[in-house]
């Protein structure tokens, strides 16, 4: 079950859907709000676009919002064009790196083991790994062994007292109308959970992703640490909702 004691985590990833003077405006409204609403009991993070990352590290200095980047190389440097090395995000200001989404594994071919590298590659630097993993079968048996792999593949190798993040997504919610049930998220949070004692890594935060908004997190808050969120924070004024309605559900079960 979810630790009282650790503090909540909500993150949102903005893809490429917003241009410069949307998201530094974003951040703006969301820094103003975040201290008066939710103290020190919630954590945050944003993915900006990785032009960004630079420009939203510096305005989020000194704040509880901190910036992670949506895909990082397995690689600190070397011939390699576009790719974003991990070595380069920690020294810029960086604290996140998103490993192993969907439209990674889908669109880009991201297998198991680059992913894994991923992972170490963010380790080494310093950076906290937020690994993202999600069924593609809606058959729940199917899907806690696709949930096992992926965690498996994704952390054989990582030590126990590493500090991560685990995105739970079903791929067949991303994007959709609704999240997936509260009773189907919650059951695969603790198969998540029963897999993560086993590897024995204790040090990380489950949040539960694919379409999550407002009304969600009461439901779920029994084995999730949080929320990872998309389109339904792109408004910071519901991204700000959001956050209080989590901080009043963990504050009514302390």
Not at 89 to 96: A, N, P
Not at 214 to 226: N, Q, R, S, Y
Request: charged share 20%; glycine share 8%; proline share 3%.
């Amino acid at each position: 079950m979810a630790d009282r004691s650790t503090n909540l985590l909500i993150g949102v990833n903005l893809k490429m859907y917003m241009g410069k003077a949307q998201t530094l405006s974003w951040i703006d409204s969301v820094i103003a709000g975040i201290g008066d609403v939710s103290g020190k009991k919630i954590d945050y993070f944003l993915l900006p676009s990785a032009p960004l990352i630079s420009d939203s590290i510096s305005k989020t200095s000194g704040t509880q919002l901190k910036i992670g980047a949506q895909n990082i190389s397995s690689e600190d440097s070397g011939s390699l064009t576009g790719e974003i090395s991990p070595q380069l995000l920690k020294e810029i200001g960086c604290v996140y790196a998103l490993i192993g989404h969907h439209e990674r594994r889908s669109l880009f071919g991201e297998s198991d083991e680059i992913i894994s590298q991923k992972i170490q590659a963010s380790l080494q630097n310093r950076l906290i790994p937020i690994l993202c993993i999600g069924e593609i079968s809606t058959d729940v048996s199917v899907a806690k062994v696709e949930l096992k792999h992926q965690i498996r593949a994704a952390l054989e190798n990582v030590q126990t007292g590493e500090s991560l993040v685990i995105a739970y997504e079903p791929t067949w919610a991303i994007g959709a109308e609704n999240p997936a049930s509260d009773s189907h998220i919650n059951a695969m949070c603790l198969v998540i959970r029963e897999e993560m004692v086993k590897l024995k890594i204790e040090n990380f935060r489950l949040l539960y992703g694919g379409s999550a908004g407002k009304g969600l997190f009461e439901k779920i808050a029994p084995t999730c640490d949080g929320l990872f969120l998309g389109r339904r924070a792109h408004d910071p004024l519901s991204f700000l909702t959001i956050v209080q309605e989590c901080k009043s559900i963990r504050e009514a079960t302390n």
